[in-house]
Nanobody, 122 residues
Framework: VQLQASGGGLVQAGGSLRLSCAPS?????????RAWFRQAPGKEREFVAA????????LYSDSVKGRFTISRDNAKNTVYLQMNSLKPEDTAVYYC???????????????WGQGTQVTVSS
């Protein structure tokens, strides 16, 4: 596992969670884009948000725009996903990824975390 995602859990609808993603111990890389994807049971993996590592430019899917915020801490080499106003349809395994470009396409990312479960109850 090259990236470690954490912060998932069970939350009621309307609640908040913050996910974190950092490289595994001893793993180093140079990337331009960091992203979050998610996959719900029986569904394909979908893009959530991405951020440019140097300029902080951010992309969001329409389904999370205005509710989720992606950010990064360059000193800690960590990316965060602040999720507010959570809905039951946000329930999924969330994966972080790193790659050489800022993109909403999963094939643009070379490194992936193991995923963290987010469950939103109604």
């Amino acid at each position: 596992v090259q990236l470690q995602a954490s912060g998932g859990g069970l939350v009621q609808a309307g609640g908040s969670l913050r996910l974190s993603c950092a490289p595994s111990s001893g793993f180093s890389y140079r990337t331009c884009g960091r992203a979050w994807f998610r996959q719900a049971p029986g569904k394909e993996r979908e893009f959530v948000a991405a951020i440019g590592w140097t300029d902080g430019n951010a992309l969001y899917s329409d389904s999370v725009k205005g509710r989720f915020t992606i950010s990064r801490d360059n000193a800690k080499n960590t990316v965060y996903l602040q999720m507010n106003s959570l809905k039951p349809e946000d329930t999924a395994v969330y994966y972080c990824a790193a790659g050489s470009a800022l993109s909403f396409r999963d094939y643009a990312y070379d490194y992936w975390g193991q995923g963290t479960q987010v469950t939103v109850s109604s």
